[in-house]
């Protein structure tokens, strides 16, 4: 069974491709991570996990309901992350993790995709996405591929940059920059709730017609980037970006 959490689409349009490619159920994580949903699942097919990288490991969110619900079935597992650029050595950290629920860990592939964390870098415009996206379908056939024959993912050497990331700066990231409090909005906000419904963390409500955000936010970027009136702000870095939803 392949599993996904996707804040924008790229993580969503990885996990549909491998479905198509290998036969095999997908599932969207939202809702039981939303709901805060642990009960156990049931899969006879090898578990593919597939989310975005945040700060160069899985998002916590995904870590934490991995680590609290019951996988039946199957004990291999498989991890498939997409990124703009590095994972850095976040392979260490799912073995571990991995050790912890009882399931053998079968790798960690990255696929590159368009760049969605507008929060701190530069988001592509729509003909450089879709770009990008082509750009990544060899290294998801080889994703599909290794899946086709039950084999592990192969290694990928890691840098001594990449063990720094995904292990001090990874613990220094959250709690120095994920926070909610430089989301802002606009006047043009239309009040749609769409920011409200798209949030994982069940961080946003709406007060007098306007969004705001509590202190739960994992910097998904689902509400800045799925609103339809681009009327929502990170500081003064995301003005004059293009909004990053996965085109394809």
């Keep these: 069974m392949i599993l996904y959490f996707s804040g924008t689409g790229n993580s969503a349009y990885v996990a549909r491709k491998i479905s198509d490619a290998v036969n095999d159920e997908v599932q969207n994580l939202f809702e039981r ?3 805060h949903n642990y009960e156990s699942i049931i899969s006879d097919q090898p578990w593919v996990v ?16 991995l680590s609290k619900t019951r996988l039946i079935g199957s004990r291999k597992i498989y991890f498939v992350m997409t990124c703009g650029d590095s994972i850095g050595n976040a392979g260490l950290y799912l073995k571990r ?19 969605n964390y507008i929060a ?24 599909c591929e290794a899946l086709k024959r039950n084999i592990p993912f192969a290694d990928s050497k890691v840098t001594f940059a990449g063990k ?13 920059f994920v926070h909610a409090d430089k989301f802002s909005v606009k006047n043009t906000c239309i009040s749609c709730k769409k920011c409200v419904t798209l949030c994982p963390m069940e961080n946003i409500r709406i007060k007098d017609g306007k969004p705001i955000w509590g ?6 970027m689902a509400c800045i980037c799925h609103c339809p009136a681009e009327a929502i702000e990170y500081g003064k870095h ?3 970006l293009p909004r990053y939803v996965c085109p394809e």
């Design 97 to 115: 993790l991995c050790n912890t629920i009882d399931m053998k860990y079968m790798g960690c592939a990255r696929i590159v995709m368009p760049e």
């Design 50 to 65: 597939v989310t975005p990288t945040y700060a160069w490991r899985i998002p916590g969110i995904v870590s934490d309901w």
């Design 164 to 176: 720094l990331c995904s292990g001090i700066i990874n613990k220094a990231f959250y709690p120095m």
């Design 238 to 240: 995301s003005r004059g």
């Design 215 to 220: 202190k739960s936010c994992t910097h998904c």
């Design 33 to 35: 991570l939303r709901s």
């Design 120 to 143: 701190m870098f530069k988001t592509p415009e729509q003909e450089e996405a879709k770009q990008i996206i082509r750009q990544a379908a060899p290294s998801i056939n080889e994703v």
